[in-house]
């Protein structure tokens, strides 16, 4: 349905597409992966949001379309299929003046799917992710692209940081 290759390491994020959830950054992420030597993975966007367009534009412009596939609204019924699809499951969210992510009820559906997590530093997210997955710095897309980089390159990883999550 989503054109996805079974070779590919699939990345979802499930989200407003806004820009306090940082999606930006899995496009300058995906840059950083491709510089590295990394062809063979895809995001999966499941969500709308005001910067929906902005994101594809950023994309576009980037010539990096064929690794990020849009769901558009999953209804949540739906959620758990989506998160299966996934390898890892990213959360990228930055602290405004006024927000951050507090308990993150998608870290917490992905996670009961058995996929690891790797997440920002802001809010509580570093105590829901705990051994489940990584964390790093909001907006540090390099970081981002490397921690990537270690699921792709280890498996093991992926069961072990899964089996945590679970």
């Known amino acids: 349905k989503f054109e996805l ?33 990394y062809k063979k993975f895809c995001f999966l966007i499941t969500g709308n949001g005001a910067q929906l367009e902005n994101l594809k534009k950023i994309i576009a412009e980037a010539g990096i379309g ?5 769901t558009g609204f999953v209804p949540y019924g739906g959620m758990g299929k989506i998160h299966n699809l996934a390898d890892v499951f990213v959360l990228t969210s930055y602290p405004t003046m006024t927000w951050q992510e507090q308990f993150g009820m998608v870290l917490i559906e ?8 790797i997440a920002t530093t802001t809010g509580s997210i570093p105590e829901i992710v ?7 710095p909001p907006g540090d897309f390099f970081q981002l692209a ?10 093991e990883l992926i069961q072990i940081k899964g089996e945590n999550a679970r």
Request: aromatic share 12%.
């Open 66 to 70: 064929k690794h990020f596939r849009f």
């Open 5 to 37: 290759s079974e070779d590919n390491f699939i990345i979802s994020y499930v989200g407003k597409l806004v820009s306090w959830k940082g999606i930006h950054n899995l496009a300058y992420a995906t840059k950083a992966l491709l510089q590295n030597g």
């Open 110 to 117: 992905a996670m009961a799917c058995n996929k690891p997590v």
């Open 130 to 136: 705990g051994d489940a997955g990584v964390v790093v």
């Open 146 to 155: 490397q921690e990537i980089a270690k699921f792709i390159d280890n498996r």
